[in-house]
């Protein structure tokens, strides 16, 4: 053993050991240190969002300033630089669609020109957390395509093939970039045509997304009806087929519907790069009328009739006094100003003029006017192109003025009951509200306008709507019959489905898309 003496020399040389080596290493261990601390401070962009750990090891998450310039650069790769735009300009004009919804833009914009390509450009954004938002034609009513967590926005419009046509067998395969206009516009003399006619001249994939409808949903159905199978790209850059590759057939009863999981999804479970669609036969004859009621409820009542006697018509459209103000003056027309449906009946000759005949008999009894003709195809077109402009007439009637659209949907029982109780209501909030609707299958529209400066109008406004959803939901409807979820109906979802129904579809959600990147803060 050492004694006393030995063990303070050796304590004091090690301590002096000690005291060297501090001397030396002191800075270094502190530089460690420091550039540590900084490393944890670093902000990380996860999903358009800077991710941030505080002095206390705390995570948070703050707006990021835009996407790491590495996803940019691989996105260029991918797509080549000129289908790439991080520039404000593009980023705000794909931040917006037709709601009342404020402008939210993503961190960048890219334009991809084939399935491969959106693949690639995906499966990116999956592996940096980045958020996705597919983009049409930017017709949506329920700001469907608002960045509202920054990301890429997935532009499709360069996707603009008609793939395969088969008249033969009634069905067509299209691109994302291909609209409804312009489909039909190909299909001329082909013998065939796609009814589903929403009015906006909608990419089609896009209304596949919102599961839209419109005029003519009454006798040809809405896309949930007309879509036969879809080209889905995943969260992951997976490339799905709901119904198998190249399968285009009229009914299978082979596993879960996946086409119809994904019709309506709004872009929140994949990226829709190919449709194929139900083609119908061109009518030997089409006919269109106009009549006008002196009451909402006589026009409604019309309505329910005509449907109960089984009259396959075509397209029944109700427009009140107030849109036939706006209709006449927008489109220089001289319709009478009061509660007015219009008609089309499609068929053989002598068909239609069966079809007519019932009609009237109905119109007459509810205290309908003398049927206004339009007969040949120029005047038909003329009618209708005018009924699709009710939005923008109703909007000329209030310049200045912010515009609000929606809708719900009701069994067609209940619709007479409905649109009168809607009509006082908007008395009531001293709301001005033109009225339009798809009658023939319980949907109709209330377009409305307020002073952008009135936040007691504003207010107004969101109570009528929400007021107006919950009514239809009480006569067992739905809060929305076209226009989609979106954004500003998602607290009345909730109360439509129930909360069984919901968790459901937030576990759908996370398990095609675990990261929360398609399309987020919508539907669910």
């Keep these: 053993m050492l004694s006393a003496a030995a063990g303070e020399e050796v304590t004091a040389l090690c301590s002096m050991a000690l005291r060297r080596v501090l001397h030396w290493q002191l800075p270094a261990l502190e530089y460690a240190a420091t550039c540590w601390r900084k490393h944890r401070l670093q902000p990380q962009v996860q999903g358009g969002r800077e991710i941030r750990t505080n002095d206390r090891g705390v995570r948070h998450s703050a707006p990021a300033r835009g996407l790491h310039r590495n996803i940019i650069e691989a996105l260029q790769v991918a797509a080549g630089s000129e289908n790439v735009s991080t520039t404000t300009a593009v980023r705000e004009q794909h931040g917006k669609d037709e709601s009342y919804q404020r402008c939210k833009p993503p961190d960048a914009v890219v334009w991809p020109q084939n399935v491969e390509q959106v693949s690639r450009m995906a499966r990116i954004c999956f592996e940096n957390n980045v958020p996705i938002i597919p983009f049409g034609t930017s017709t949506g009513l329920e700001g469907g395509v608002l960045a509202m967590k920054g990301g890429v926005c997935f532009d499709l419009t360069k996707m603009d093939k008609i793939v395969e046509l088969n008249t033969a067998d009634f069905d067509v395969t299209v ?12 299909l001329r003399g082909s013998g065939v045509w796609f009814p589903v006619d929403p009015g906006a001249d909608a990419s089609l994939c896009g209304m596949a997304a919102t599961s839209a409808s419109g005029t003519n949903a009454v006798r040809y159905g809405t896309m949930r009806e007309n879509v036969i199978n879809l080209e889905v790209v995943l969260a992951d850059g997976r490339i799905m087929y709901t119904a198998g590759q190249q399968r285009r057939f009229r009914k299978t009863s082979a596993g879960y519907n996946l086409t119809n999981l994904f019709v309506g999804s709004e872009g929140t479970l994949g990226i829709i790069t190919k449709t194929t669609l139900r083609l119908y036969g061109i009518p030997e004859a089409m006919v269109s009328a106009v009549c006008s009621f002196p009451t909402v409820k006589a026009a409604t009542d019309c309505t329910v009739q005509i449907l109960q006697c089984g009259i396959p018509i075509a397209r029944i459209e109700f427009l009140d006094d107030v849109m036939m103000d706006a209709f006449n003056k927008y489109s220089k027309l001289s319709y009478t100003v009061s509660s007015t449906l219009f008609l089309e009946f499609h068929g053989t000759e002598k068909g239609v003029e069966e079809q007519i005949e019932a009609a009237e008999e109905i119109v007459k009894m509810n205290s309908g006017s003398e049927f206004a ?152």
């Design 373 to 524: 003709w339009a007969k040949d195809q120029e005047t038909r077109n003329k009618l209708w192109q005018a009924r699709h402009s009710a939005w923008y007439a109703a909007r000329a009637l209030y310049p200045g003025y912010e515009g609000y659209s929606t809708d719900v949907c009701v069994p067609i029982s209940k619709l007479p009951e409905i649109i009168v109780a809607t009509k006082e209501d908007l008395v009531r909030s001293n709301l001005t509200g033109p009225i339009v609707g798809h009658v023939g299958d319980g949907n109709f529209h209330c377009l409305m306008f307020v002073n952008p400066e009135s936040e007691d109008e504003g207010r107004r406004m969101k109570e009528f709507t929400d007021r107006l959803a919950r009514r239809a939901l009480a006569m067992h409807g739905t809060c929305t019959g076209e226009h989609g979820i979106g954004v500003g109906k998602r607290h009345l979802l909730t109360e439509e489905i129930g909360a069984v129904g919901m968790q459901v579809m937030r576990e759908i959600k996370a398990a095609l898309d675990p990261k929360d990147i398609m399309n987020p803060g919508k539907v669910v």
């Design 175 to 186: 691109e994302p970039g291909v609209t409804r206009k312009g489909l039909n516009d190909y």
